[in-house]
């Protein structure tokens, strides 16, 4: 026998130890069970069932359980809308042989439970149809008969001979087959007509479902909208975000949905009898799904076949072309900033500081008419100094400034380290130029060989005509290639000096210009200085950029391999990566 995994809400506790006491051992309890809210099968409605159920305990004099067990029944009436042939595909064997599965109707699963303890006599069903239309749960049911628990059906009644097991085991099988049967139906309609082009489930935003596959007609409303957001997104100059404040703006709203019922809901609906009504509500765009929208084919005049490829729709009518939709989704794919804002602060500083222990950046706001840097920080992250003043990073970024500024003592040894570089460079150059001169001289002297000896050499079978032709072209273009190498070296000389002046010459004012600039310029300076600007308590890290990184090594003591980063009042220097 399969053993049932289940598990029982207290609920109401008192009712509970009463069933489990064995109050309602000489009692039935009855149960109905409704897949759909088909108003048109009323052989099977709820209402139908109660009645029928009531009558056949009233002719055959059956004792109803006087029990109500919130989210399980009403005065021993369980009512249960759920599919009665979809089952739990996982089984597990135990180690002793028992096989266990999961009963899918969570109202059946308790009344089985009641029942294999012999809580209840028994239990009344409509039909064989409404209690099982699976092999597993009729194996359960089956094996609760046969331990003596009273099975009976309003539609039919078995015999207790081979001649009413057999009348069973064909009403179980019809009953399986009839739902296989429905299923079979309902997939072959719908494969039909997905192959025809008929739009089978519910349209997106941009279109009315009034209830018919064959016509899906345009929102008068969205559809406008849709079209003009295909438009924008086209022109490469509108993101995701700023299409949805956009949308939403012009009034564009998402179709109305009801909200899923919760299981209290459900329960509280089975019992009661009456629906419970859930109003549809809109809610506004948000970018996943102006997403959605950009990268759906369906407003091309598309729908999905059977194969998931799209075809043609002849239930609905484009609202925009192919060439417009194509040209939306390759803006939509590009990493671009968007140029359209509801609200733009002018203010500095973005993305410049970073948290020095997570990483996270500082962003500039706005706090009683001052400018703040706010940080993000993770969770685990210490940081005690996630929201500071943005005038602090000025002073901070100032005091650096005047560190990196050179002192009269510091221009002096500059100016000797400086003809020290430009000595070694033109060193280096000098003996550049004497191996290309060696070289140069060589490829002169196979030249005036070969042009010397020509005859010789091709009387002698040395070239033939081509080859000859071919030795002299690759000669000629090595040449030149020396003679190219001989003139970069020349100008990349010279631009190295031009640069050592120029940084000298810039660095000599920086913090003068710093001083007095506005918070714009000042950023402008710290972008040209800075690569790196992380800040974490009171202390500021720093990496200057390339053409400054000789400003920033002067702080490290030569000869030291340990030394990665030096402390300087506050402020840290990190040594550039080599």
């Not at 009512?79 to 597990?92: G, L, M, P, Q």
């Amino acid at each position: 026998m399969k053993t049932l995994l289940i598990q029982i809400d207290p609920g109401n506790e008192q009712v509970l130890k009463d069933i489990e006491a064995g109050k309602y051992r000489d009692f039935y309890l009855l149960y109905r069970r409704k897949s759909t809210d088909d108003v048109d099968n009323q052989q099977n409605s709820l209402s139908y069932q109660k009645t029928e159920l009531i009558r056949l305990c009233l002719k055959d004099n059956l004792r109803v359980a006087p029990v109500s067990l919130k989210g399980f029944c009403v005065d021993g009436m369980v009512t249960e809308r759920h599919s009665a042939f979809k089952t739990n595909s996982e089984i597990t064997l135990t180690k002793s042989g028992q096989v266990q599965s999961a009963i899918e109707r969570p109202k059946f699963q308790r009344l089985m439970y009641f029942l294999s303890k012999e809580l209840f006599k028994g239990v009344v069903f409509l039909s064989p149809d409404r209690s099982s239309r699976n092999s597993r749960d009729e194996m359960v049911l089956r094996d609760l008969m046969d331990k003596g628990v009273d099975v009976r059906y309003v539609t039919t009644k078995y015999d207790k001979s081979s001649a009413g097991e057999l009348h069973k085991d064909i009403d179980g099988m019809f009953a399986k087959h009839r739902s296989r049967d429905t299923r079979e139906k309902v997939t072959f309609t719908f494969r039909n007509l997905r192959e025809k082009g008929v739009v089978t489930h519910r349209a997106p935003a941009g279109y009315l479902n009034p209830g018919d596959m064959y016509k899906k007609p345009i929102d008068p409303v969205r559809g406008p909208i849709v079209t003009k957001m295909f438009e924008l997104c086209a022109t490469g100059e509108w993101s995701l975000s700023a299409l949805a404040r956009w949308a939403n703006a012009e009034g564009m709203t998402m179709p109305p949905m009801r909200r899923r019922k919760t299981a209290e809901e459900k329960a509280a609906e089975e019992d009661d009898e009456d629906m419970i009504q859930i109003e549809p509500t809109c809610r506004p765009l948000d970018a996943n799904d102006v997403d959605r929208i950009i990268l759906n084919r369906f407003y091309e005049g598309f729908t999905k076949g059977n194969d998931g490829e799209w075809i043609r729709s002849i239930s609905h009518e484009p609202l925009v072309s192919s060439e417009l939709a194509e040209k939306a989704r390759r803006a939509l794919g590009g990493k671009r900033t968007s140029k359209h804002y509801c609200k733009h602060l002018p203010m500095p500083y973005r993305g410049i500081f970073y948290c020095s222990l997570c990483g996270r950046v500082y962003t500039p706001y706005l706090q009683k008419g001052h400018v703040y840097m706010g940080a993000r920080c993770l969770e685990h992250c210490v940081n005690p100094r996630r929201n500071v003043p943005a005038s602090l990073f000025e002073e901070k970024v100032g005091e650096l400034i005047t560190r990196l500024t050179f002192s009269n003592g510091e221009l002096a040894d500059i100016d000797t380290r400086t003809q020290s570089d430009i000595t070694g460079i033109e060193r280096k150059r000098q003996q550049a130029l004497e191996h290309n001169d060696r070289r140069k001289r060589k490829v002169r002297e196979d030249l005036s060989y070969l042009r010397e000896n020509r005859i010789s050499l091709l009387k002698a079978g040395v070239y033939t005509p081509e080859s000859y032709v071919e030795a002299e072209t690759q000669l000629n273009t090595e040449l030149s290639s020396l003679q190219r190498e001989e003139r970069d070296a020349d100008a990349s000389a010279h631009e190295v000096i031009v640069e050592i002046i120029k940084l000298s010459e810039l660095l000599k004012d920086a913090y003068l210009h710093y001083r007095f600039a506005n918070s714009v310029e000042k950023e402008q300076i710290m972008r040209t200085i800075f690569s790196e600007l992380r800040y974490s308590g009171d202390r500021l890290e720093y990496q200057c950029k390339n053409g400054f990184r000789s400003l920033q090594n002067r702080f490290f003591q030569f000869g030291d391999p340990t030394g990665n980063r030096t402390r300087i009042n506050g402020l840290k220097s990190r040594r550039p990566n080599r």
